[in-house]
């Protein structure tokens, strides 16, 4: 079982110096890094390569990120709210939670049972996002969901 709810994961309101996919990558990257412990540069590679392959945009309201790291050796996540929308994608989603995924190297499986969980939770509690996304408490509720 995945145990990846700690409370050092969960982060809320994040100020973006600048209001764009770029620097909303850069500023998860960072967070990540800082609250996983983990080398910055290989977690900005590995989302700014899932951000232009295969990010997941759940309700045009939040993203669902992953990459890997040499340094852990179970899947760890952070889950981030922004302060204010982030216009993210083609069709300009307009995003403000993001669930940062970071796996060992070797973790395919566990990646797909966190994500299919991400999604429903994310799906299932769409309308309370609003509500959810200004604390940390309430990323906290949507991560039991996600880590059920």
Do not use: C
């Amino acid at each position: 079982m995945l145990t990846l709810l700690k409370k050092k994961n969960v982060v809320a309101n994040i100020e973006l110096d600048e209001n764009s996919e770029l620097e909303a990558l850069k500023v998860i990257a960072n967070r990540a890094a800082t609250k996983l412990d983990v080398a910055e540069q290989e977690l900005k590679s590995g989302f700014f390569a899932s951000g232009a392959q295969d990010a997941i945009i759940i309700g045009d309201e939040a993203v669902i990120l992953h990459a890997t790291s040499s340094a852990i050796a179970h899947p760890e996540a952070v889950i981030m709210s922004f302060a204010a929308p982030v216009l993210w994608g083609d069709d300009n989603s307009r995003v403000d939670i993001a669930v940062a995924i970071v796996l060992p190297v070797d973790a395919d499986d566990e990646y797909q049972n966190m994500l299919n969980n991400a999604r429903v939770a994310i799906s299932d509690h769409i309308e309370e996002l609003d509500s959810l996304k200004g604390s940390n408490a309430g990323l906290k509720t949507l991560w039991k969901e996600i880590n059920r």
